[in-house]
């Protein structure tokens, strides 16, 4: 963001909502970008001033929006079939669609999609000998060079059933030239031109409501996820921006033990910079289409990323990218053996580890270990065979669950990692592994000074890197820079993100002084004035769910005092306001509130149960996750004159 950008962030009020939890009488099973329009309305009758929505792009199968199979082609659920002028002969089928899916708290994403797909396909058939021959369609077409990829992968998909394409038998690896060639072909042009189609529509009718939102005076926020799904066209026909040997992720902390494996393939910035950062540039030039804000997911993917090998189940044994590696040769000067060094970073197995998961055993379990491992001599103590890559060869062997599992504990019970021949990078938990605890003290901290001597010299290339390819970024399109910069981050990061002016993420919840005694809340209006303040998002529950659930209530009354009425037993509307207006005292430029918390403001829309008004659950995987839908119609939020009174309320205490 360029300083004259920087100056035209002021104090706003805003609301995020996905696409997909907005409800009027014209949507169809779920929210649609048209929906957008009434929504406009209910947000400038309330004084709201932005609309922060989640990633839009398709998905395929996945309900997950950060999941995308495409960077640029949105996602077909949300579009309105009415408004197609091709559907006008399909009114009664797809009025049956509608009703199918209407009446739900929450809608049923796969069937949903399958069904409007379906729907889709039949009024593009009926069409599609004048379709492809369209002089608008082919002229879209032609100024939107992704869709050819796209529509060719999506064929493929279909003709392998959505099979990831890493199980395709034909067109595995295809070449630019293979893909123009495929889509050239005359046998599979209606079946191209489909998606194409599809896509098109898709932008005709998002434009149509950004335009609306953007000429009633609001911002249209987006959301940017920093990684492609692994099975996307992007990777798929563009693997030279991805490293496919490893994996992102997060390391280990309190919450998650073992770390996060998201199965990602991480960026190969090497060859991004050679080409300009072309690929991210035009991202970002597409989604400057429809927004005038964004989110950058995971800013600090940008800095560094957790490299987590391909085929790790877990993220234990990850490490950071850029690395700085330390080397035999160092490890040998600090008066270690090459004995001692393969102790440090080869898990070493006692056999009565796995005697005592294996009925106790002893000539069983010899037999066992043999399969993946070696022993040591006439010790017992085995080390696993250089067959054995990662936790994934452990698991698919043949032995008993519980051995498997004992062996996997070991498999990252290690000090340091060899990341390749001859070089090292230590384990996140190193010091909760066996070898460290055998080491002198003097020994360890030899270790840790080696550690932090090559942690400095990280931390100055991931800030380097990270200026150059975040001035890059921002500095291509106009729309305002926000971004997730949660958990602990390195110095560098806020640096950076002030420099380039941008704004970080407040979430009260989790802003407090975690080193102080009782650690008590960061005052809101000590928040920077470059940021974005909330208390809730999509990831965890909503105010009203923390209040009751969390124990919430006693800590804030202690730090931000108390009103009449309010108390942490209890939560109403009364103690909704309370907590958004604390909020919005913050000094932050956006202060953006998720929609449930904002329905809080009135008991109308209280669910029985405040963990049913949640969008996701981190860590689980089910159908609950992503299909949230608010919990009256746009039309009927407008005329609830007591809520948009409530809400002005807080916008006001945000001025």
């Not at 065979?385 to 996997?408: F, Q, R, S």
């Not at 949230?628 to 309320?649: C, F, G, W």
Request: with cysteine; aromatic share 12%.
């Amino acid at each position: 963001m360029t300083k004259k950008q920087n100056n035209m962030v002021k104090r706003i009020t805003g609301t995020a909502v996905p696409i997909s939890a907005l409800k009027t009488s014209e949507s169809c099973g779920c929210g649609e970008f048209l929906d957008l329009i009434p929504f406009a309305d209910f947000c400038v009758s309330s004084g709201l001033k932005l609309i922060q929505l989640l990633p839009v792009n398709d998905t395929g199968t996945e309900s997950s929006p950060y999941s995308a199979l495409s960077a640029f082609a949105l996602q077909p659920i949300y579009i309105r079939l009415q408004a197609l002028p091709e559907a006008k002969k399909y009114e009664k089928e797809i009025s049956k669609l509608c009703e199918k899916h209407t009446g739900k708290n929450r809608f049923n994403y796969r069937e949903l999609r399958q069904d409007k797909l379906d729907l889709l396909v039949k009024i593009f058939a009926e069409n599609a000998d004048s379709l492809i021959n369209d002089d608008y369609l082919n002229k879209w077409i032609d100024s939107h060079e992704w869709i050819v990829p796209y529509a060719v992968f999506m064929q493929k998909k279909r003709e392998n059933f959505e099979a990831s394409w890493k199980s395709w038998e034909i067109n595995l690896l295809v070449s630019k030239q293979q893909i123009f060639d495929e889509w050239a072909n005359i046998s599979k042009k209606k079946n191209h031109y489909f998606w194409a189609w599809v896509q098109m529509h898709l932008d005709e009718q998002f434009s149509q409501a950004a335009k609306y939102v953007r000429n009633e005076g609001l911002l249209l926020k987006g959301d940017i996820p920093i990684m492609m799904n692994e099975d996307s066209v992007d990777v798929w026909a563009y693997p030279e921006y991805f490293n496919m040997a490893l994996r992102a992720g997060a390391p280990a902390d309190a919450f998650n033990p073992l770390g996060q494996n998201w199965g990602f393939p991480i960026y190969n910035w090497e060859k991004l910079k050679e080409d300009d950062y072309s690929w991210w540039k035009k991202r970002l030039s597409s989604a400057a289409s429809y927004y005038d804000a964004y989110r950058i997911d995971h800013v600090l993917g940008f800095f560094r990323i957790w490299a987590i090998p391909e085929g790790e189940t877990t993220a234990s044994l990850g490490y950071t990218q850029p690395l700085v590696c330390f080397t035999n040769k160092e490890l040998t000067e600090l008066g270690f053996t090459a004995e001692r060094i393969r102790w440090l970073s080869k898990p070493h197995v006692p056999t009565h580890e796995i005697e005592s998961v294996n009925n106790y055993d002893y000539f069983g379990t010899h037999e066992l270990l043999h399969q993946i491992m070696d022993r040591i001599n006439d010790e017992e103590m085995w080390l696993f065979k250089a067959g054995i890559k990662t936790d994934n060869d452990i698991l698919k062997a043949d032995l008993p669950h519980p051995v498997k599992e004992k062996l996997c504990e070991h498999w990252r019970n290690r000090t340091i990692i060899e990341v390749s021949k001859g070089k090292f990078a230590p384990n996140w938990t190193y010091k909760d592994s066996t070898s460290w605890k055998s080491l002198s003290y003097e020994e360890q901290q030899s270790l840790i000074s080696l550690f932090k001597e090559k942690q400095t010299k990280m931390e100055n290339l991931w800030e380097k890197q990270a200026k150059n390819i975040l001035g890059e970024l921002t500095s291509s399109v106009k729309m305002i820079p926000c971004a997730e910069d949660l958990g602990a981050n390195p110095e560098s990061v806020p640096r950076v993100m002030e420099l380039l002016g941008i704004l970080s993420l407040r979430v009260m919840r989790w802003s407090r002084s975690w080193e102080k005694e009782g650690e008590p809340y960061v005052n809101p209006k000590d928040y920077p004035e470059l940021s974005v303040a909330c208390n809730s998002v999509h990831d965890s529950s909503t105010i009203r769910s923390w209040w009751l659930k969390e124990n919430a209530g006693k800590d804030f009354l202690r730090d931000f005092g108390t009103q009449q009425g309010i108390s942490p037993e209890y939560f109403d509307e009364k103690t909704a306001a309370f907590i958004l207006k604390i909020i919005a005292s913050a000094k932050s430029a956006f202060c953006i509130h998720p929609i449930q918390d904002l329905l809080h403001l009135s008991p109308s829309y209280f669910d029985e149960n405040p963990e049913n008004e949640r969008i996701n659950v981190p860590g689980s995987v089910t159908d609950f996750n992503w299909t949230y839908r608010i919990p009256k119609t746009v039309a009927q939020l407008s005329n609830d004159k007591t809520l948009i009174n409530a809400i002005k309320e807080i916008v006001a205490a945000h001025c």
